[in-house]
């Protein structure tokens, strides 16, 4: 019998390190990829090799593999795909490796589970597609090798559609399907209609699933038997094989973008997973990001439009009011309307009750005021670990919105005890209080995030306004997007100003956005144009105006050429590092440490030229969950050079002096 020979391995470990030497002493190859736990220090940890590699020089003490998962294989293509994220999110490979295993072993019995109905869908009652469906559904089922396709269509065009058709054919060349939606999009209805027309076939990923759930999805895919994933952006990480089609809808949507940890946009994770898969990458979307449409102007992607609603039902039709005018317009009112609240928009809130048709009010804000303060010596109720004013909610709850730190609120000033403590502001339980007053029949209904705040609860909500139980919506954000009531006809944005008053580069961009998406929600079943009533005190900023005529490509050559002006992307590479820790004065010092590392870097080498660096200043937020935060902004032309710029510049973090940490955000969405 054959002696077993001393393997060693590069292994990629679940902590901020580079690959460590690893050995195992059986009579087995352990393959690229393979899952392994490993000793470190006094840990078990996490890791998957990377490489065989050599016998150490020395008598360096190499410690052994403790254990590996043959099982799982890991296709050469994630693999390559791994490398990129850790290299250009500057992200240690090892952590990343541990998105794509499940949490939970695989369960021997998980066939046996109770076989789900599904309403089965009759094949001849799929609808004939238009012309430009069809040629949109050949181009992206026919094409071999790796290419990007933007569909570019209104809600209800008949994106979903194309998605579908494009599967049906991918599917039958033996190949599978991934589709990211934004996790908020992924509703019953939304994997009901893609199972029931690709029966059995279709796996679903989410965050809300358990362990179990989630691992038992993993490997129906893993298995070969389900030959479609279809998830939020975690879903990525799901290692498929043989792939034929990835899409990503509402590919605009920020929250592709992960805030934390491995600061990843999936949507563009989904194109570079197309890129080593050699498959097409199809993003969807009614106001594409200015990056993918320039993407197009630059004949990288090819552009699909879908120009019509299919059934032919009109745009909405849009009203502005000017704030500013609202007290000559309520000289003859007889309600004593809130401040909040036109005369316009309290008019039609009553004509569409009569009708017995359903209202939705939008007000990016929760609570009942932004700022609680005392008139008689100016105290702002603040967040002791947060520099952010607390928020009122209900009679006397202040909240903080980042931390969730609580205080009771007193009705004298814990500073000068002056009984002068008053609220400024607006939020959606203050629309829906003064709603309820002036409305007292109406039944009424909130979401936001202290509403709902599970799937299921969301789920409820949903099925409460389709059965016409809600007659008033009021809520945040999370309700504009991809809901379809038929019976909601009115619209109403209570304050557009909210969106437009954001200290960031998108803010047009994010606010045209959420104009057009909050106006597809009106009148998308109704005989007649649904209404929208948008208040605002700036009603003449182009966001508002592109948005109202539906006019999406005039918005974009509009801000492309504000981006252009001032290098912002698409047109530059921005990567935002955040410098933060527990000590003021130490925070700072790292922080313009990091700023003279930057410039030393970039003044000793000629491609680092074109690299500006701005700051460090104190971020927006100078403090968040009692830690100080200080930011530098790095913008390039070349995203390549922008990243050898950052791996070279964050190094192994070992010159950051103790006390405060370096983040890295490459493609910053949010620069609070
Ligand atoms: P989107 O994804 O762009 O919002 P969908 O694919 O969901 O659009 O289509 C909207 C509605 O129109 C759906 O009810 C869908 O079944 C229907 N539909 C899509 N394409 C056609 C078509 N060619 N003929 C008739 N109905 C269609
Ligand atoms: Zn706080």
């Not at 089922?141 to 809600?155: E, M, N, Q, R």
């Not at 790292?590 to 000629?606: E, F, G, P, V």
Request: charged share 25%.
């Amino acid at each position: 019998m054959q002696d077993n020979e001393t393997q060693y391995y590069h292994v990629a470990v679940e902590a901020p390190l580079p690959p460590l030497t690893y050995s195992l002493n059986e009579n087995i190859l352990l393959p690229e990829g393979c899952p392994v736990t490993v000793p470190l220090g006094r840990r078990k940890v996490k890791g998957v090799v990377l490489s065989q590699a050599q016998k150490p020089d020395g008598d360096l003490k190499i410690k052994s593999i403790q254990s590996y998962n043959m099982e799982i294989k890991l296709p050469k293509a994630y693999l390559r795909w791994i490398e990129w994220l850790s290299r250009y999110y500057i992200y240690p490979v090892g952590q990343i490796y541990q998105y794509t295993f499940p949490n939970l072993k695989k369960k021997s019995n998980r066939k046996t589970k109770k076989a789900e109905v599904v309403p089965q869908f009759d094949q001849s009652h799929a609808p004939q597609l238009t012309p430009e469906q069809t040629s949109s559904v050949n181009t992206l089922a026919g094409s071999d090798g790796f290419s990007t396709h933007l569909i570019f269509g209104v809600t209800g065009s008949g994106k979903t559609e194309v998605y579908m058709n494009s599967i049906a054919k991918v599917l039958a060349r033996g190949k599978k399907a991934l589709v990211l939606v934004p996790e908020i999009s992924l509703t019953p209805q939304l994997i009901e209609r893609f199972s029931s027309r690709f029966p059995e076939q279709v796996a679903v990923i989410h965050s809300s699933l358990t362990p179990r759930e989630k691992t038992n999805q993993w490997w129906s895919v893993i298995d070969h038997e389900k030959p479609i994933l279809i998830g939020a952006r975690s879903a990525l990480f799901c290692p498929m094989e043989n792939i034929g089609l990835i899409v990503v809808d509402e590919e605009h949507e920020s929250s592709f973008k992960q805030d934390e940890k491995l600061k990843y946009n999936a949507r563009d994770a989904a194109v570079m997973l197309g890129f080593y898969h050699k498959c097409p990458v199809a993003l969807g979307s009614a106001t594409p990001s200015l990056e993918s449409w320039n993407n197009v102007l630059d004949k990288k992607y090819q552009l699909h439009k879908l120009t019509s609603r299919v059934s032919g039902r009109a745009m909405p039709e849009f009203e502005i009011i000017d704030m500013r005018q609202e007290r000559e317009a309520r000289k003859d009112s007889k309600v004593d309307l809130p401040f909040w609240l036109s005369q316009a928009l309290y008019d039609k809130i009553k004509l569409t009750l009569e009708r017995n048709e359903q209202v939705a009010l939008f007000l990016n804000r929760r609570g009942m005021a932004q700022t609680v303060l005392c008139q008689s010596c100016g105290y702002v109720f603040e967040c002791p670990n947060c520099s952010i004013s607390l928020t009122l909610h209900a009679r006397n709850h202040l909240v903080c919105h980042y931390c969730d730190y609580h205080l009771h609120l007193t009705d004298n000033c814990p500073k000068c005890a002056d009984p002068d403590v008053h609220s400024l502001g607006l939020g959606t339980e203050l629309v829906e209080n003064d709603i309820a007053k002036l409305f007292p029949e109406a039944r009424l209904a909130r979401a936001d995030r202290d509403e709902i705040q599970s799937r299921e609860q969301l789920e409820t909500l949903i099925k409460n306004i389709e059965n016409r139980q809600v007659d008033i919506l009021i809520g945040t954000q999370m309700i504009a997007k991809g809901l379809d009531f038929p019976g909601l006809t009115l619209v109403g944005l209570v304050m557009a100003d909210v969106a437009l008053n954001m200290p960031d580069f998108r803010t047009a961009e994010r606010s045209f956005q959420l104009f057009t998406q909050v106006a597809g929600r009106s009148g998308r079943h109704s005989e007649n144009p649904g209404q929208v009533v948008l208040q605002t005190y700036n009603p003449t900023h182009t966001s508002i105006q592109f948005a109202i005529t539906n006019n999406y490509e005039d918005f974009a050559q509009h801000e492309l050429e504000f981006r252009k002006q001032l290098s912002y992307p698409p047109y530059g590479r921005l990567a935002s590092l955040r410098i933060q820790g527990n000590d003021h004065n130490k925070v700072e010092n790292s922080a313009h440490l990091t700023q003279k590392r930057a410039s030393i870097l970039k003044d000793r080498h000629s491609q680092y030229e074109q690299i500006k660096i701005l700051g460090p200043t104190a971020s927006a937020i100078a403090k968040l969950r009692g830690k100080y935060r200080y930011h530098i902004l790095l913008k390039a032309k070349d995203s390549k050079v922008l990243e050898n710029f950052c791996n070279q510049l964050v190094g192994d973090e070992k010159w950051l002096p103790s006390g405060s940490r370096l983040l890295v955000d490459i493609d910053p969405y949010s620069m609070l």
